[in-house]
């Protein structure tokens, strides 16, 4: 059926075509503003170049009718355009500026003659003889928008010169989730408004002046350091192919713009305006030779104006004639010939164009011309448009990367890849400003006796590791020292950051490295590169020294406890013996076995025989007294195993304590700092591990960090050195929280200090880097690799252990080496001195006795103690013989048995017996 209706119209079509007829030379006007040659140019050639085309005017041939009109002259406008008419003119083109436009427009609108525009104009209607070719500014904006969420900005601020630029980002101002900020600029000297943008550290710009203002805007931009890396820009001008763009090439800075056409595609008209003018012997200026969007839209206008011309002469024998802006008369064929130029822009629907009564199979396709396909809504705006996203590029100047439409929105066409190797090359040859702070070994002043300048100053592992890194991306760099020496953290009340946070944020450092934690509020603010060290909090201490073994350190295996246990069990033990003694019959023996019947029994446990025999069998040596009666040899079997035992652990243990070096800490983690109050504990203030206890929310650390933040003197350092000098120096009385791998560096290097615990977090180093630095992605993936191929591994073993490490592990090593300490005279002294106090006691004794036995010889011979002691002493002192002569006593009562004393040696058998 469609085929049978399709065939139907192209029959009767094929009637009507043939038959109807153009003038020969058909005039067209063009009222331009009078400095505007670019646009008579290109009005000039558009119309030879249809003239040379047989295929859209087959059998006419335009002329072009420019007239110049000085800038916003309505009245001459006017005038102007009745003087054209006053000749038959077929379609008014021009002007741009917009009074005039208007004036223009109304005229025209009034004669019923086609006026074609190629002008931004915000007017949401048009008159019904007008034809506007240029993109429809809502849609434009429409495209802002929908790049810009594609870009991912959120905040930015609009500058714009002219207040038709708040029409053109209307769409901007009202987007929910764009923070907005809209500055105008004013004046030639932008640079005071620019240096404010930088102030407020505002990285994205969009820009939205004339075209041949972005030059000049863009060029103070850089003067004031507002163009780098970390900067944005967004033109939304259709014109920014034209700007040059060569000085900021290699600046780093990302501006995007937008294009209707593509200027490599306007070469051969820019070459047929060369050679035409030639033919004229003129010769164009610079500015003659940069096709603006106008312009090409002026050639699309022309085209799609002859293209309607043709289609309605198809049908209709069209003559022009003359109009008069007094007279009432209007061209006949002027609603018919802007009709065709709109149906053109909107590819006609089978059966439409014969509703309409047009010639449909006329219809030659939609216009494609240098600004793309021409097409017109309803409402007749030219708003769906295709438009080119491009960049600033090293190489092209200006590189597409996607493009925009009404339908099909934004298509990216960049790939990750390309923006990774368009970074990587700006980042090659670059140098960056590495800003770091003082902490061995990450950096350190290098110990010279020459003075040293520049990256020369400095050594260490982040040193190293920023010129490994520098060597897989091929850029340069200067170490620069943070001023305030801090890392970087932010006020709690003011909300500022301090130190190389802060150096990064205001772009005054490209990269900051230093054993710098990467933490969430810190991410918040700066970018970080992958990890290159993993650690944790721990806890650095002074060893406990090794305490001088005490004189009397033998006692040592036994607690005091124990051995006041043991003496009163001694005593007990004793005691009891000689009770039981006295009691069990069997303990009472004949003390003359010769003697049948004797008058009495002996019993040979007596008090001091008890106490011999309890400690004979305490030193394991024995005695010649034992036990006869089951009761007592209880007691005595009970003592021997209670000594033995006893003994036997004071053995085992004695060996261990007289050559084990007793080390005992008083802390062992953070749980025992937090429960004591004697040792005071600190960390780096303003750091990582500052921030973690204050921000924690486990109760040990908040107790640790309200024992912290309270003490006084405090006891937070400015350094993570500082705080181990003082633990050095603290003797016991103060520790440091500190991340592990400084830690490692310390305690390979002062051997009075150690690690107490395990690690209370965890977490790790990065680089840091500005906000959004494009240099993160690159910065990681060369960290990664020198993690990868051991690199990282072979600096950290560089820094810790090489450079003069490894003396602590070293010293315990050759300790350990050589073999079972050997037992000092400080070991085991106090054996000497009970010896000798033993020895002393027992002298002392023997000269009492020795006095009390002179007393008791010179009272029973009544002479004199000193004779007495006199002859004894002198006896004595002869040192010779063994045997001495009895001396005989008295009986001093009958009952008494008369006998000697004997020896010494005897006396002591029969002590008891008085
Ligand atoms: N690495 C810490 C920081 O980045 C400094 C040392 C510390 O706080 O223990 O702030």
Redesign the pocket.
Known sequence: MKILIITTFFVISCCMIGSHALPNQIVIGGIFDEKDKLLELAFRYAVERINNDPSTLTHSTLIAQPVWLPADDSYRAARDVCDILRNPVAAIFGPQMEKTANHVQSICDAMEIPHIETRWDYKLRRDAYSINLYPYPPSLSEAYRKILLALKWKEFVILYDTNDALVRVQTLLREGSFSVTVRQLEGEDFRPLLKEIRRAQQKRIVLDVHSSLIYTVLKQAAQIGLMGEYYNYFITSLDFNQVDLEEFKYSGTNITGIQLIDPKKLQHIVEDWKFGERRFARILTPDLLKVTTEAALMYDAVSLFAKGLDTLSSSHDVDIEKVYCEGDKTWQHGDSLINYMKWYGSPPQFGEGYKMGRNFSSYSGPVIGLTGLVKFDRMGFRSDFELDIVEMDQNETLKKVGTWSLSGHVNYTKSWSDTKGAVEKNLKNKTLIVMVAK?DPYVMMKQDPMPLAGNDQFEGFCIDLIYEISLIRGFNYTFKLVPDGA???RDQVTGEWDGIVKQLMDHKADLGI????I?YE?EEAVDFSMPFMNLG?SIIYKKPQKKAPSLFSFTSPFSPDVWLYMATAYLGVSVLLFILARIAPNEWDNPHPCIQDPEELENAISLSNAFWFTIGSLMQQGSDIAPKAVSTRIVAGIWWFFTLIMISSYTANLAAFLTVERMDSPIEGAEDLAKQTKIKYG??E???????FRDSTIPTYQRMWAAMSSARPSVFTDT?EAGVERVSKSNGQYAF???SS?IEFQVERRCDLMQVGGLLDSKS?GIALPPESPYTDPISSAVLRLKENGKLHQLKTRWWKERSGGRCMREASSAKSSGANELGLSNVGGVFVVLIGGMGIAALVAICEFLWNARELATDETASFCDELGSEVRFIMKCSGSTKPVRKKAPSTPEEPLFTYGSYGANYGYSDRK
């Open positions: 902490a890392y970087g953290s230093v054993d710098f934690t933490t810190r909090i960390c780096k303003g750091g990582s591990t500052y921030a973690f993570n929280l500190m991340e400084s180093y």
